[in-house]
């Protein structure tokens, strides 16, 4: 059990640094996507079903997803002030 709530508060501190960065709604959004992951409106960990290991893996997933979009959509915006160099993908 020890080892459940050591996720629990590593998962926690994940969404509360994604919220910082992305916005409490978006990070708690992409959080919910995770199965086996149940966290409440404030995005505090109530409780892991699975493995805490993939549980962690599948949630940072969704924030790098989430993450790369972002980027590559504020270096859209810096490439069509260059035209004369390829957009690199």
Known sequence: MENKNQYISLISEII???A???GPDIAILKARNVLGLEIDG???VTDLKGNPSDIVQQLIDEYVQLSG???KGALGSIFTKYPDIKNVQ
Do not use: A, F, H, S
């Open 20 to 22: 910082v960065i992305l």
């Open 16 to 18: 509360e640094k994604q």
């Open 42 to 44: 404030t995005g505090k």
């Open 69 to 71: 979009q972002i980027v």
